[in-house]
């Protein structure tokens, strides 16, 4: 859509002939009044302005209608576990369970209330406030320049732009003096961007070269100018962004699909046991209402109840400590998306880059020196490349400082970024900017013009006038007859000094000359035109500068290599300079650009990717485009960036991550989880994280499950040995809920691996219980149920029915307190070097043994869950009998240990 599509509606009866004009930048001035019927000196009338904003409508980007918050409650109630639940409590509720089935119900609305809970907790910490129009912007009406809501702009409307000002909506500029309006946000082009109000003639050109347009929410930097308004609200290029974000889908991430799929498959298995059960009772005569109470309490048996609870606590408390590490993740779900993440594509400018412009190489009295330093902060130093003595740079530094406007306090800028890199230059090189601004004061000065393509400054000493300019090399070098040397000024010769710019040059420096000259004073006063003083120059030296990228970046990079992760750049800057940025941050693979992007589909951009590293000169449709295609090679795809063009890929993306402070609020509104410190490190920690919370899921669904495995197996054989039922609905839900919960719970806090970083990521699709996971746990469930069918016969044979079934009870959950250690390793002893290290763990395990020597010994328990107390000699055998699943579990780790060590190399 192009920014004058707002211009493609019906004809206003009482407005002027507004045609379609798609290429506003190919016409003239005079044309673009014709066209939206608008007199550049008076504007538009406060009738016209009010009939336009009839046809029109608001000058602001339409919201999607937020949910309410029931709707965001019901949410919470769309996986296969909860609907389980949810006709489990149904089914009690129907034979007349009805204390199950409101126990039941009680643990599903807990869980919703957890889940909604956290996920408006996190919305209301990232606190993203739309404010993408300025409050106010300054236009023409009526002949009379006035202050106007922005929202109340229309197309026609005159709009008066100055240094700082942000820009309300899409507009062609019909005057600009030395204007520079930043894009950063817009097009990803790190420096501010050069205005004219010429016609442009290629009506191909892109929108990031467009330089007689401005678009809504960039920021004017310098100059100022005067725009005729072509576009406004969702018609103009952000609006259209807006659009494609509204369109874009929202993927499930592979912790939803797995849990989703452990869901149905538990449903299948719930209801053959069920059915099994119901059926083989009815067939040996057993009474109907008894056997299909009983069938209902083996569906329980089958199903986690507590699953749904652990996992959202879990991811809460991930979500909580990831904000305290800077990242906010907004959506619970998302939390361990980041540890199966296999790429993550990241904007250039300001999130691997500092988005601050710094002197990166001097060329100064024939020699070369390299620049330290991080951004706008002074520390750093300058260095000869050759290692010999430094000299004395005020020749250099001194004219650059006086020919600024810029001033730099507390490592931030205030003015042109290149001018402040200048600055920063100076007090590197031991120079004091405002001491000697206060010393040798401007006289008069030529504003940078796109035309010339220089800025100079007159400062009078004396019976002089020393000149100082700065600017583009091919325009000076020519202005130039000398060059100084360390002896002296020698006469300039061109070819030697454009090699020294192609050198920088092909390091993608930004490249700028600096040169001087003394003009007497007699001269100056009678010159009228002060460009004619511009030549005869001295050049003082070259300098090349750059937006650096982030040193923790370079880190960040290097640590998702070594964990499997692929870093692709997308940015919408040049090829050479991301090439360049590419190198120093340690991104291989090669580039692509934007328009080599348009030539391919989906499917031929898939089958390129994953040689590709780089994608310069992009569009915000060329970034959803590449996630899409590195979705049809099943990688999980994580996406940073932090401005406006980034928000739709943001949203496509597996996990979009915004950046905090320098990100616009459409980017965080689109994002799953926002920087607040805008360190691409961080996202390194989120990883780190994500892995963490993934394996601790692992471990509670091992549990958990093998908790299942044993009670359904106790309950089916139970029938067969000639033995009753040893466990109600009840108590299944006490062992899952308040005898699990728990411990399963401090499962996901135990520390991550040492090796977390050191392996490739899992695959999306990769099972969460895997049939090898899927053994062992039957493997626990068989010997539980073989030690708790024991003490149920032993009880049985010793004292009545009640008894049996509550030292039946407690041997099964001592088998959880053991089962937990089991849990926590796939491969390594329980006893290794972290068994100590999860305080909170043996903190749940010993509350979980209060809670049974209080649920077996309590009057009040005892009645509510068909309890009666125990002897000190069951209680010494019911424990003898749960260490045996630790031991036998540790026998078989032993062994699986000794086999690999043995086992010949493949």
């Not at 250099?396 to 507390?410: E, I, M």
């Not at 950046?659 to 616009?664: L, N």
């Not at 509104?669 to 390194?684: G, H, Q, S, W, Y």
């Not at 471990?699 to 499950?705: A, T």
Request: glycine share 8%; hydrophobic share 50%.
């Amino acid at each position: 859509m192009d920014s004058l599509s707002a211009m493609q509606r019906p004809e206003m009866e009482t407005g002027p002939n507004l045609t379609p004009a798609a290429d506003a930048h190919n016409q003239t001035v005079s044309d673009i009044y014709n066209l939206l019927g608008v007199s550049p000196a008076a504007g538009l009338s406060g009738n016209e302005a009010a009939q336009r904003l009839d046809h029109y409508g608001w000058n602001r980007l339409s919201e999607k209608p937020r949910r309410s918050r029931w709707l965001l409650f019901l949410d919470q109630f769309k996986s296969y576990l909860i609907l389980i639940l949810m006709l489990a409590a149904v089914l009690a509720g129907v034979i007349g369970d009805v204390t199950d089935a409101l126990v039941i119900l009680f643990v599903v609305v807990l869980n919703a209330f957890l889940g909604f809970h956290q996920e408006q907790r996190a919305e209301q910490s990232l606190s993203v406030l739309k404010k993408m129009l300025a409050t106010n912007c300054r236009v023409r009406r009526g002949g009379t320049a006035m202050e106007v809501p922005a929202e109340e702009l229309v197309p026609g409307d005159i709009v008066l732009l100055d240094a700082g000002c942000r820009v309300p909506a899409d507009g062609r500029l019909i005057l600009a003096t030395t204007l520079e309006v930043d894009e950063a946000p817009f097009t990803g082009e790190s420096m501010p961007v050069a205005k004219t109000s010429e016609v442009l003639c290629d009506t191909k050109t892109p929108l990031a070269e467009r330089a007689n347009m401005v678009f809504m929410n960039t920021c004017v930097t310098r100059g100022r100018g005067e725009c005729v308004v072509i576009a406004t609200g969702m018609q103009t290029q952000i609006g259209h962004i807006a659009q494609m974000m509204e369109t874009a889908e929202t993927p499930m991430t592979p912790l939803q699909v797995q849990l989703d799929a452990v869901g149905s498959r538990l449903a299948l298995l719930a209801g053959a046991v069920a059915v099994l059960f119901l059926v083989w009772g009815v067939a040996r005569g057993e009474p109907l209402m008894e056997t299909l109470l009983t069938a209902v309490a083996l569906a329980v048996a089958a199903i986690p109840e507590g699953l749904p609870a652990v996992v959202t606590v879990t991811l809460a408390i991930g979500m909580h400590l990831m904000a305290r590490r800077q990242a906010i993740v907004k959506q619970l779900s998302s939390v361990e998306t980041l540890g199966c993440t296999t790429v993550i594509c990241s904007d250039k400018t300001g999130t691997l880059t500092l988005n601050q412009m710094m002197v990166r190489s001097v060329f100064f009295q024939g020699r070369r020196f390299s620049v330290s330093g991080n951004g706008y902060e002074n520390t750093g130093l300058i260095s000869a490349e050759n290692g010999n003595a430094l000299p004395d740079f005020a020749q250099l530094l001194k004219p650059a400082v006086l020919c600024s406007d810029c001033t730099v306090c507390d490592d931030k800028v205030s003015g042109d970024p290149m001018e402040g890199a200048l600055v920063v230059l100076a007090a590197k090189g031991g120079v004091d900017c405002n001491e000697l601004q206060m010393q040798i004061p401007r006289t008069a000065e030529i504003p940078f013009d796109s035309a010339h393509k220089f800025m100079a400054t007159f400062h009078r000493q004396g019976e002089l006038v020393r000149l100082f300019v700065k600017g583009a090399p091919e325009v000076l070098f020519p202005r130039c007859s000398k060059n100084l040397m360390a002896d002296g000024e020698v006469p300039m010769v061109s070819e030697t000094m454009m090699t020294e710019v192609e050198n920088m040059a092909g390091q993608a420096l930004r490249v700028l000359a600096v040169a001087y000259r003394d003009v007497p004073l007699e001269e100056f006063d009678i010159c009228g035109d002060h460009v004619s003083l511009v030549n005869q120059l001295t050049l003082a030296g070259i300098v090349g500068l750059m937006d650096p990228p982030r040193e923790e970046a370079r880190q960040a990079i290097a640590t998702c290599h070594r964990a499997g992760i692929q870093v692709k750049m997308i940015t919408g800057d040049h090829k050479l300079t991301a090439a360049a940025i590419a190198a120093e941050l340690g991104i291989t693979g090669s580039i692509m650009t934007g328009a080599e992007l348009d030539a391919l589909s989906v499917d031929q951009l898939a089958e390129r990717l994953e040689g590709i590293g780089i994608f310069a000169r992009v569009a915000p449709e060329h970034k959803v485009k590449i996630v899409h295609a590195l979705k049809r090679h099943k990688h999980i795809v994580a996406m940073t960036g932090d401005g406006v063009n980034d928000a739709p890929a943001l949203k496509a993306a597996d996990i979009g991550i915004a950046m905090g402070i320098t990100g616009t609020d459409v980017a965080k509104e689109a994002a799953k989880m926002v920087l607040t410190n805008d360190n691409f490190a961080t996202i390194v920690v989120a990883v780190h994280e994500g892995r963490r919370i993934y394996d601790n899921i692992v471990k509670f669904l091992r549990f958990q499950v093998s908790t299942n495995a044993g009670a359904i197996f106790t309950m089916l054989l139970a029938p067969l040995f000639g033995l009753p039922v040893p466990f109600t609905a009840l108590q299944i839900l006490l062992v899952n809920i308040i005898m699990d919960g728990p411990p399963a719970m401090a499962l996901g806090l135990d520390p991550a691996r040492p090796d977390t970083m050191d392996a490739p990521p899992r695959g999306a699709d990769e099972r969460v219980l895997s049939w090898p996971r899927l053994a062992v746990i039957g493997f626990y469930g068989v010997i539980m149920a073989a030690g708790t069918l024991c003490m149920l016969r032993y009880g049985m044979l010793t004292g009545d029915e009640q008894r049996a079934t509550t030292l039946a009870f407690t041997t099964f959950v001592l088998f959880q307190f053991c089962n937990a250690f089991n849990v926590r390793s796939e491969t390594c002893s329980a006893f290794a070097h972290n068994f100590f290290s999860n305080w909170k763990l043996w903190a749940a395990l010993v509350t979980v043994v209060g809670l049974l020597v209080l649920v077996v010994n309590w009057p009040v328990a005892q009645t509510i869950f068909h309890m009666s107390p125990l002897s000190a000699l069951d209680w010494a055998l019911a424990t003898g009998v749960a260490f045996s699943v630790l031991l036998i579990e540790e026998t078989r780790k032993f062994l699986l240990a000794m086999w690999r060590r043995n086992a010949p190399a493949t």
